[in-house]
């Protein structure tokens, strides 16, 4: 029996199996932490790993978005435009203090968007004139219509084009602020753990900015300016000022009216901030009921349209094809019966 036990100890297939188990064990006993007990830690660090890459790509976008402003609005404009603003005096005669407000509530700054914007206030108008005029008297548009009317139309289409320029500045301006006006909450509640954590109203602005950009890149944008402004200004006050006029926003600038407060009183911020999160998460949250009441009237008109004739159908339906068949049927019957 032992001679037996001994051979199968010997035996080389008995050798491989002990060796494979005990290299399957060592393999398991490697890999059950990474499989087991610590799926927090790798759960937190796939967070932490997501969250890098996406303040990485936001950074970038940042960047990208900066780059091609610059380029855009403050890199070098045509010598012709700036000699045609200049010769004319357009900025006295079309120009003034809501013009520069509204292109700083668009993100424009600077004297080269303002130019760009006065000599398209001068040149559309002969640009649409052209046009309109050239559909209504070369392609013989509004043929029924009196000479009139037709001159009208031109003068219409001229008026247009003068005005178009104002037109696209509101309609930017109003997204710019949308995308500020929803992303606000959030960033004051930022900046108001980095105060309380011990930041600096600075370090506070240049945290937030990294942070916010995900949600609205103009926010992100204005924070950073603001956060340049108090580097060099000599007022303080005026870097505060200077936001709450850019952004338009009755929240942003009760927020700059508590930082230039604290500023000049020294009473503490993290206090402020906190009631003023409060407002502007109760204004959100007051703004989404408005919305969601004003539902129902507008859904009156497509319920009408739409889905009441389709339920109609539906119900209705079956009936009418109940009493076409009994029809059907008893008309078959009279002719058999004649």
Same mark, same amino acid.
């Given at each position: ?9 010997? %035996?080389?297939?008995?050798? &491989?199996?002990?060796?494979? +188990? ?29 969250? %890098? =890459? ?11 978005? #900066?780059?091609?402003?610059?380029? *855009? ?25 809501? @013009? ?9 700054? *600077? ?9 398209? $206030? ?7 004139? +052209? ?32 005005? +178009?320029?104002?037109?696209?500045? #509101? ?7 949308? #995308? ?5 909450? %959030? +960033? ?47 007022? $303080? ?9 850019? !952004? ?9 009216? =508590? ?7 020294? !009473? ?8 003023? #999160? ?13 919305? =969601? ?22 119900? &209705?339906?079956?009936?009418?094809? @109940? ?13 058999? *019966?004649?």
């Amino acid at each position: 029996m032992f001679e037996n036990f001994m051979e199968q100890i010997v %035996d080389p297939i008995t050798i &491989l199996s002990v060796l494979v +188990a005990v290299a399957v064990f060592a393999t398991m006993f490697t890999l059950m932490p990474s499989m087991g007990g610590s799926a927090t830690k790798q759960r937190m660090k796939s967070v932490a790993l997501e969250r %890098d =890459a996406l303040r990485a790509q936001q950074r970038a976008r940042l960047a990208m978005e #900066s780059d091609k402003r610059r380029r *855009g609005l403050r890199g070098e404009e045509s010598a012709g435009i700036k000699s045609v603003v200049e010769r004319l005096d357009l900025r006295r005669a079309l120009a003034d203090e809501s @013009t520069m407000a509204k292109l700083k509530m668009a993100g424009f700054r *600077g004297q080269n968007p303002l130019n760009t914007f006065l000599f398209f $206030r001068l040149v559309l108008p002969f640009v649409f004139l +052209a046009l309109a005029s050239a559909y209504i008297f070369l392609l013989n548009g509004m043929p029924d219509q009196p000479f009139f009317i037709r001159i009208f139309v031109v003068v219409l289409g001229a008026y247009a084009g003068f005005y +178009a320029p104002v037109l696209y500045l #509101s309609n930017a301006a109003s997204k710019r602020r949308k #995308s500020i006006e929803r992303a606000f909450p %959030d +960033a004051l509640d930022l900046m108001l753990i980095c105060v309380e954590s011990g930041m600096s109203v600075e370090a506070a602005f240049k945290r937030v900015s990294e942070e916010i950009g995900v949600q609205s890149v103009e926010l992100a944008e204005e924070f950073v300016l603001t956060n340049a402004e108090l580097s060099f200004l000599q007022e $303080r006050r005026q870097a505060y000022e200077n936001l709450a006029s850019r !952004t338009g926003l009755e929240a942003v600038k009760s927020v700059s009216q =508590a930082l230039i407060q604290a500023e000049r009183y020294g !009473t503490p911020v993290a206090q402020a901030l906190r009631v003023l #999160s409060a407002d502007s998460r109760e204004m959100r949250m007051n703004a989404a009921e408005k919305k =969601a009441a004003a539902l129902p009237p507008k859904l009156t008109v497509p319920m009408i349209l739409f889905f009441l004739p389709v339920l109609f159908i539906v119900i &209705l339906g079956p009936a009418g094809i @109940t009493l076409s068949e009994r029809d059907v049927f008893g008309q078959a019957a009279n002719s058999s *019966g004649n």
